[in-house]
């Protein structure tokens, strides 16, 4: 299994040494809100590499691979590096809202909640709709990660920028939100501590962003 692991991580680490130009000329987020660049170019000028996003790619991986089986792990960890190239967000900004809403059910791609959310990333209906998919996009796990960011998106508009508080914004209001925000630091914690078990970054990289607490 640990071999498996390893082969997995290592392709997807693979897939995403592509142009990086060219997903960024794609990226549905980017293309939806222009206004953003200045946001994301300050962001990127504090350190936010691609080595740092890579690294997050395995611990992922395991994380996702306590819930689903290894190849659909490790297809849902690309998607978080995928998605958030040129947004203001890491892979597991994105990685840990998936296991908060739908990591007690596999996350299933079919996931749906007594309220009527979609989808890995639990989007509603109205809300896919707003950033331009249908609610059957939602069972395509890469739409759904890429409504999933614009929604996060729009949540970081809200909060003014608080990137914590878009994520619990991102549930929703009130106790259910409270209780959400707690599971989904728990995970959270659970894929910094997948991160601990590997190499540490070189120091000429500078401090690891990872541990800034949203």
Request: hydrophobic share 40%; aromatic share 6%.
């Amino acid at each position: 299994m640990k071999k498996q692991f390893i082969l997995f991580a290592t392709a997807a680490l693979c897939a995403m040494s592509c142009d990086q130009s060219q997903i960024r000329q794609t990226n549905p987020a980017m293309m939806a809100n222009p206004e953003l660049e200045k946001e994301i170019r300050r962001v990127m000028g504090n350190g936010m590499h691609l080595d740092e996003r890579r690294r997050q790619i395995p611990a992922i991986t395991a994380a996702f691979a306590k819930r689903t089986d290894l190849q659909r792990a490790s297809r849902l960890a690309s998607l978080c590096y995928l998605k958030t190239i040129d947004t203001p967000f890491m892979p597991l900004d994105i990685a840990e809202i998936a296991l908060a809403e739908t990591g007690s059910h596999g996350l299933s791609a079919k996931a749906v909640s007594y309220k009527g959310a979609l989808g890995v990333w639990q989007l509603m209906p109205n809300r896919a709709k707003s950033h331009g998919y249908s609610p059957e996009d939602m069972e395509n796990d890469e739409k759904c990660a890429e409504a999933a960011v614009l929604e996060l998106l729009s949540k970081m508009r809200m909060a003014k920028g608080d990137l914590k508080k878009a994520k619990k914004l991102y549930c929703g209001i009130g106790p259910q939100a409270d209780v959400y925000e707690e599971r989904r630091i728990g995970f959270r914690r659970e894929i910094l501590r997948e991160m601990m078990k590997l190499p540490p970054m070189r120091a000429e990289n500078g401090p690891d962003p990872l541990l800034r607490p949203s």
